[in-house]
Every structure is written in C-alpha cells, then in structure tokens.
C-alpha cells in the first residue's frame, strides 16, 4: 500500500490527487500511510488541495492527516488551496482552525497567494475567518499589492491608522540576513525620533525605551550612526556597533518585535 514511485508518491498520493474517492477509502482502509511525504515533503494532503479535490480532504482528514504539515518550500496545505483557487478544500481547512498567517520560505500567507491568484472567494474566506492582511513578505509586499482586481484591493487595503506587521515566523536564513538589519536600523531610528513602543513587544516597552535612550545619549548615537552588525538568523539576534567599545545584542520575535536587549556598555540588561 505504501510503495513509491520514482519521485516517492505512493498511491494514496495519486488517488488523493486525482480526487479518486473509492481508491483513497480503499487505500486507506487497507493501511495506505496518510501523511507519507515524496520528493517535494508534500503529503496525499497537498496534492488533493492542488486540485481542490474537497471529497479526498475531507476523508483524509477524518482519517487524521495533518492539515497544517509544511513541504520543502514551508507551504502548507492551506497555502496550495489559496494559490489554486481551490474554494471548497480551503473552507475544510479553516473549518479545523489551522494557523491562517503561518508563513512559507519566502514570508507569503496564504492571503498572499489567493490575492496573487486573484482568487476573490478565498479571499473572502480568509479575510472573514481573521487573516492578517498586514502581514508583509520578505520582498515587502502586503497582499493587496498582489493583485490588480479592485474587488480585492478593497477587501484587503489597510485601513486608516494599520500596521503593517512582517512575520519572520518562517525562520528562512537568506529573508533574515536581509530582514534583521532592517528591523534593527528601524528601532534605533524610532528611538532617536523619540519613541520605540511600536517596534518592541509590550513586556519589554518600559525598559526598552529607558535604556535603548540612555544608549543612544551615552554613545552619541543621534544621527543614526551605526556600525558594523552581525546577523544570526537561527535566533533572530543582531549585534550592532555603536563605537568601538559599545555593543548592543537585539533579539526579535516572529513578528519583527523586539524581545531582548543586552548592552555590552552597561550592567544593565533585560
């Protein structure tokens, strides 16, 4: 039942993607593995939703097929049913309360993907189940900048006062060498401009604004003068050069916010 192809697919894998009911209850029933992964880590579960095959989910998932498990390119099923248009496969996954803003390599949602596809029902049906349409991908795009029906630039164009909020919850090196920087150079400029509360985590805010500003008043650092920085993805830290004996060690969250800072200047630390 579990035999593979040349690319690793296994029956089920086929079945499920041909939207071939009897053959993936048989399958199944048999002992066919429900999440076996090919060459691409895509399940039975990802190839039904490239083909919106809705009958072939929905009996994988009463037979308890994950919903949320990533392929090679971090995409998950709900990913593949936006970027195919594929209504009927998607509604079955938000109906299970998968994780409507995780991210694949490159920082897309799967609201990235439907609006890219100019898929307007999947948008609906993202956006009415609580998608963040502010989330921005490791280029800078917001899903409204991905299509160019005005249907769905309506749906998904922020409104008045929303942030843009960039999720590095994808973990991808190549984004966070690029992306960490960025956020970095951003803080230190919102503190010389006189407030951090935007771009820290509200735990941190007090203590970040107090000693990010002593920091900056200590090491003369008023026109953004920043030095040389060192970026280790796997922990989303940044160690930057104020002067030559001054360091500052900043760690960010999954949604770009700072989350710990360490002066290597002073004691202080939280």
């Not at 039975?44 to 989910?57: I, R």
């Not at 920082?107 to 609580?130: D, F, I, M, S």
């Not at 921005?136 to 630039?153: C, F, I, N, Y």
């Amino acid at each position: 039942m579990n035999a593979k192809d040349t690319d690793l697919r296994t029956p089920l894998h086929w079945a499920a993607g041909k939207n071939a009911l009897p053959c993936v209850k048989a399958l199944l029933a048999a002992g066919a593995k429900v999440d076996a992964a090919d060459w691409a880590r895509r399940t039975p579960m990802h190839w039904a939703c490239l083909v919106d095959a809705c009958e072939a989910v929905n009996t994988l998932l009463e037979a308890g097929a994950s919903a949320i498990t990533p392929d090679r390119d971090e995409r998950t099923p709900l990913h593949w049913a936006a970027d195919r248009s594929a209504e009927g496969c998607l509604k079955l996954l938000i109906a299970r309360s998968v994780d409507l803003n995780v991210v694949d390599w490159g920082g897309y949602t799967a609201l990235h993907y439907a609006a890219r596809r100019g898929a307007v029902e999947c948008v609906k049906q993202l956006v009415a189940a609580g998608a963040d349409r502010r989330i921005v991908a490791s280029h800078g795009e917001l899903a409204a900048e991905l299509t160019t029906l005005p249907e769905l630039k309506g749906m998904l164009t922020e409104a008045c006062g929303m942030k843009r909020q960039r999720s590095l919850s994808s973990g991808n090196s190549l984004m966070l060498l690029d992306v960490l920087p960025e956020l970095t150079s951003k803080l230190y400029r919102a503190c010389v401009e006189g407030s951090v509360s935007d771009h820290v985590t509200p735990a941190l805010r007090a203590a970040a604004e107090r000693e990010l500003a002593k920091a900056m008043v200590c090491n003369q650092t008023a026109e953004l003068k920043l030095g040389s920085m060192h970026v280790c993805a796997s922990t989303r830290t940044v160690t930057v050069e104020l002067s030559k004996d001054t360091l500052h060690a900043l760690t960010f969250d999954a949604e770009g916010l700072l989350s710990s800072f360490r002066s290597y200047a002073a004691v202080a630390s939280f």
